[in-house]
């Protein structure tokens, strides 16, 4: 009997498993990993049709440019967590995507899981970034690398004037190289008020560009906007309470 019951429970969570990876996890359970581990956003309960699109990992040179015609093609804006070591080289490209309304944010100096980090290493990666990222305007939200955080990362992230923000809607295209996987992921997942998770850089941007460029028009059929973070955390601050 007990072996029975170990059976139900496993195939019980393979397919709630499997229900995370193909139709993204109920909004209850981010509620709650946020509330258990809190410090990061994850999305913001609203009746506003608004959403924000976050971009990894850039800039890049080819992707970058790819993505941004995509937003401005629909009118759409986002939320570009940039890698300080990336930028050199790059600058007129962070200033074109800052000219044409988006937001520069911090994902720190290297592409590699910040949880990893002495605190010490934490803090000085976040300042070096910050001092790349704030010449092209202001820099308020930070996404460790690979999603992992600590209390005492946040804590350091506050210190320098940061926000951390992770997201509701993640199609792992960093692991699953398919753009159709992820736009049937995100049409299926994305809500009022979520946050949005996808990469550039290389071919992960090219087929971040591909998404887009079939995401948009559809979010925009459905009366959603596209916006930066900071805007919609504004516009959550704005929403009356229940």
Not at 21 to 45: E, H, I, K, Q, S
Not at 87 to 112: I, K, M, T, Y
Not at 207 to 230: D, Q
Request: proline content about 7%.
């Amino acid at each position: 009997m007990r072996a029975r019951w170990i059976g139900w429970a496993a195939l019980g969570a393979a397919v709630l498993g499997a229900g995370a990876l193909f139709c993204g996890p109920p909004v209850w359970l981010l509620d709650w990993v946020a509330a258990r581990f809190p410090g990061c956003l994850y999305r913001l309960p609203m009746r506003a049709p608004l959403v924000a699109l976050t971009l990894d990992d850039g800039p890049d040179g080819v992707s970058t440019s790819l993505i941004l015609s995509e937003l401005r093609r629909h009118g759409a804006r986002a939320t570009f967590f940039l890698i300080a070591e990336r930028v050199r080289g790059r600058e007129p490209l962070v200033h074109q995507l800052v000219a044409e309304g988006h937001e520069v944010a911090n994902h720190f100096s290297q592409d590699r899981p910040g949880i990893h980090l002495s605190h010490a290493r934490f803090a000085r990666d976040l300042e070096h970034a910050d001092r790349v990222l704030s010449p092209f305007g202001p820099v308020r939200w930070a996404r460790p690398g690979s999603g992992w955080y600590s209390q005492a990362m946040i804590a350091t992230m506050a210190r320098y004037g940061y926000r951390c923000a992770l997201g509701s809607v993640y199609p792992y295209d960093a692991t699953i190289p398919s753009a159709t996987f992820s736009i049937h992921y995100i049409l299926r997942s994305v809500r009022p008020g979520g946050i949005l998770v996808l990469h550039d850089g290389g071919q992960r941007g090219q087929r971040t560009a591909r998404v887009l460029r079939a995401v948009l028009p559809e979010l925009k059929r459905r009366g959603l906007r596209v916006v930066t973070l900071s805007e919609l955390a504004a516009a959550g601050q704005d929403e009356p309470r229940q």
